[in-house]
T-cell receptor, first 117, second 111 residues
Framework: DTGVSQDPRHKITKRGQNVTFRCDPISEHNRLYWYRQTLGQGPEFLTYFQNEAQLEKSRLLSDRFSAERPKGSFSTLEIQRTEQGDSAMYLC???????????????FGEGSWLTVV | AQTVTQSQPEMSVQEAETVTLSCTYDTSENNYYLFWYKQPPSRQMILVIRQEAYKQQNATENRFSVNFQKAAKSFSLKISDSQLGDTAMYFCAFDFNKFYFGSGTKLNVKP
């Protein structure tokens, strides 16, 4: 079991550029989450998928953010026209969700650090 | 909406001593789950302990235990016999379909 992997681990981009992060969850995990974390803060929910369906997206997320999980396996998170306020660590997590959807341990990747200059 | 509050931004403890980290949450739900996660410096977040809200018995995991008070919506983490490797950020999390995290407590274990 290789765990949740994220790529790239670090990204420095100029303001206005687009960036894309990739997440490979633990195999057979049906749920995949994206969170954003800034220094000294807890992870903030962005969106999550059940298989290939995007079930919820945070109202705090602007239209510049989009996420996909086309085949229910890996996922991508794209940020268009990046702004300095987008600088953060983007965390991916996965779980094997039961029918009820709650109570399942989520496993985190090491995160993708984004710096917008 | 669910909210999680960790009122201790930073704590210190001597090695081998006991420390308790506080967490309160707000929800109108009755069946949910609570977690503590640990994030060591520059490393990924890992599970410490998990509690089911419908269970009155407090969860324990080796040196880690919780004090779950459902009526008070309180979920504290006790670390016994603290070790240097326990130095990390600790996040309390509420799970109802998705995870809601507190702002974290930075724990420093001193030799």
């Amino acid at each position: 079991d290789t765990g949740v992997s994220q790529d790239p681990r670090h990204k420095i981009t100029k303001r206005g550029q687009n960036v894309t992060f990739r997440c490979d969850p633990i195999s057979e995990h049906n749920r995949l989450y994206w969170y954003r974390q800034t220094l000294g803060q807890g992870p903030e929910f962005l969106t999550y998928f059940q298989n290939e369906a995007q079930l919820e997206k945070s109202r705090l997320l602007s239209d510049r953010f989009s996420a996909e999980r086309p085949k229910g396996s890996f996922s991508t998170l794209e940020i268009q026209r990046t702004e300095q306020g987008d600088s953060a660590m983007y965390l991916c997590a996965s779980s094997l969700a039961s029918q009820g959807g709650s109570g399942n341990t989520i496993y985190f990747g090491e995160g993708s650090w984004l710096t917008v200059v | 909406a669910q909210t999680v509050t960790q009122s201790q931004p930073e704590m210190s403890v001597q090695e081998a001593e006991t420390v308790t980290l506080s967490c309160t949450y707000d929800t109108s739900e009755n069946n949910y789950y609570l977690f503590w996660y640990k994030q060591p410096p520059s490393r990924q977040m890992i599970l410490v302990i998990r509690q089911e809200a419908y269970k009155q018995q407090n969860a324990t995991e080796n040196r880690f235990s919780v004090n779950f008070q459902k009526a008070a919506k309180s979920f504290s983490l006790k670390i016994s016999d603290s070790q240097l490797g326990d130095t990390a950020m600790y996040f309390c999390a509420f799970d109802f379909n998705k995870f809601y995290f507190g702002s974290g407590t930075k724990l420093n274990v001193k030799p």
